[in-house]
């Protein structure tokens, strides 16, 4: 059996694409926010590991930041009572709006670029159940997200979807 040379080099550029390329995803971890106080529940969220977070401690409330230097994401978690929307705070006009998740909550993103930076930010309420001490029942997560391109902004919206209540012991 004759194969054609336009086949193999065809097979061959194939075959180069995908040795340059892998397909593998990027190992992900399992990322545990704790909130102040015993008896306050855990979040926990899915992240590629090349992540890293950092925590900054309010009186009432904590900002959990995950930044990825290599490829400019980041995104921000603000956990406690008095969220403030970037959007209205920069004064920016120019906002979309799209429908999505956190955790099994149904949300809103508000979408927009400044300088050249994709930029995504949601409030989310009542992410805290019937389960969860009375202090904190009335928490608000606000999630912001920035990112050189739409595409990561919603890699890291997918990511922010795994978002789920741990439980304390």
């Known amino acids: 059996m004759k194969i ?11 075959m180069s694409g995908c040795a340059s390329h892998p397909t593998s995803s990027a190992s992900i971890k399992t990322y545990t926010l704790r909130l102040w106080g ?19 401690r309010g009186a ?23 969220p403030g929307l970037l959007t209205r705070e920069a004064g ?18 508000l979408h927009w670029s400044k300088d050249g930076r994709h930029q995504s930010e949601t409030l989310v309420r009542d ?16 999630i912001f997200i920035g990112a050189p391109s739409a595409q990561d902004v919603a890699r890291m919206e997918a990511a922010a979807a795994t978002l789920t209540l741990k439980r304390s012991r």
């Open 127 to 142: 992410f805290f159940d019937q389960s969860t001490p009375k202090a904190h029942k009335p928490l608000v997560l606000h």
């Open 4 to 14: 054609s040379p336009l086949i193999l080099c065809a097979f061959a550029v194939l």
């Open 60 to 82: 009432d409330f904590d900002v959990f930041y995950f930044i990825e230097r290599s490829t400019q994401r980041d995104m921000g978690i603000y956990v406690g009572y008095y």
């Open 92 to 109: 920016v006009a120019d906002v979309q709006r799209q429908s999505g998740r956190v955790g099994d909550l149904s949300i809103e993103w």
């Open 38 to 56: 015993d008896a306050a529940p855990r979040l926990q969220m899915d992240l590629p590991s090349s992540f890293s977070m950092k925590r900054q």
